[in-house]
C-alpha cells in the first residue's frame, strides 16, 4: 500500500512539474455494488488518501496552464502567429500546425530540464529515497533556473515591489515561486512581440513598395495585399524563413 502511495504522488509530481501525465490507475480488486464506493472514511489513512487524489484531480486541472505559462511555449506559439500574419496568411498554415510545432519546439527548448527533474527528483522518490516534499523541492530547482534566465530584472522587481514581503529579498532563492511566474510571462510576452516586430520589418516593406507601384499606375482598386502576397511567400522561400525563425528562437533560450 505505501509503495502505491508513493507511485501514484511520483506520477503526480511528472504532471505537475514535468507536464507529461503519467498517474496509473490501479483496478479494484473485488467488484462493489453501483454507488457503493460513495461512503465516509472511517480511518485517518482513508482521509488521507481522499486528499491526495482530490490535490491529484486539483493539479490535473492545471496542467495545461502549467504547460503554457512555465515554458518556452508561450514565446514560440507567439512568434509563429507572427509569422502567418506578416505574410497575410490567415489560415496557412493551419492553427493545429502552428500549435503542434510550438509544442515540440517547447518540449525540445524543455528537455534538458525534463531530464534534470527526471534524474535528481522522481527517480529518487519512486525509489523511496527521498520523500514527496523533498522530490518537490529538487523538481523545482530546474524550472525556476530556466524561468530566471528568460526574466528581465525590471519585470521581477515590479512584482516583488507589490509583493510586499515581510523578508527582504537578498538571493535569486528568496523569490517566491508565485513572484517569478508572472515576471517570467511578462518577459517572454516582450521578448516575443520584440521578434515579432522584426519580423513584421521586410513583409511591411514589400507592401509599402507594392502599393506605391499600383498607386503610381493608377491601379487603385486593385487590392495591394493581393498583389504583394506572392511576393512576400516568395521573399520567404528563398531566405529558408523557417530555418531562420526556428534557429533565432532556439537561440533566444540560449
Given at each position: ?6 507511485f501514484f504522488?511520483g ?5 505537475g512539474?514535468?507536464?507529461v ?79 503542434g ?18 534524474g ?15 522530490a ?22 515590479l512584482?516583488?515591489h507589490y509583493?510586499?514581503?515581510q ?10 515561486t ?7 510571462i ?5 521578448t ?21 507601384t ?41
Open positions: 500500500m505505501k509503495k502505491n502511495i508513493r504522488w506520477s503526480l509530481l511528472m504532471v512539474i514535468i507536464f501525465p503519467a498517474i496509473a490507475f490501479a483496478e479494484p480488486e473485488t467488484q462493489v455494488p453501483y454507488f457503493d464506493f460513495i461512503r465516509t472514511a472511517n480511518t485517518a489513512e482513508e482521509t488521507a488518501l481522499t486528499l491526495e487524489i482530490l490535490a491529484a484531480l486539483t493539479i490535473l486541472s492545471l496542467a495545461p496552464s502549467i504547460l503554457i505559462m512555465m515554458t518556452s511555449f508561450i514565446r514560440v506559439s507567439i512568434v509563429l502567429s507572427f509569422v502567418r500574419n506578416s505574410l497575410g496568411l490567415q489560415q496557412v498554415p493551419p492553427s493545429q500546425v502552428l500549435i510545432l510550438s509544442l515540440f519546439i517547447t518540449y525540445f527548448v524543455m528537455a534538458p530540464v525534463f531530464a534534470d527533474i527526471n535528481n527528483a522522481l527517480q529518487p522518490y519512486l525509489r523511496e529515497e527521498i520523500s514527496f516534499q523533498e518537490l523541492d529538487r523538481a523545482q530547482e530546474p524550472l525556476r533556473d530556466f524561468m530566471f534566465r528568460q526574466t528581465r530584472e525590471k519585470d521581477l522587481a512584482f516583488l509583493a510586499k514581503m523578508d527582504q529579498v537578498e538571493t535569486l532563492e528568496d523569490v517566491p508565485y513572484v517569478l511566474i508572472p515576471a517570467f511578462i518577459s517572454e510576452l516582450k516575443a512581440f520584440q521578434m515579432g516586430f522584426m519580423i513584421f520589418i521586410p513583409f511591411l516593406v514589400i507592401d509599402m513598395v507594392v502599393a506605391s499600383l498607386m503610381s499606375m493608377g491601379m487603385l482598386m486593385l487590392p495591394p495585399v493581393m498583389i504583394s502576397l506572392p511576393f512576400k511567400i516568395l521573399l520567404f522561400v528563398m531566405v529558408d524563413g523557417w530555418n531562420l525563425v526556428i534557429g533565432s528562437l532556439l537561440s533566444s533560450f540560449h
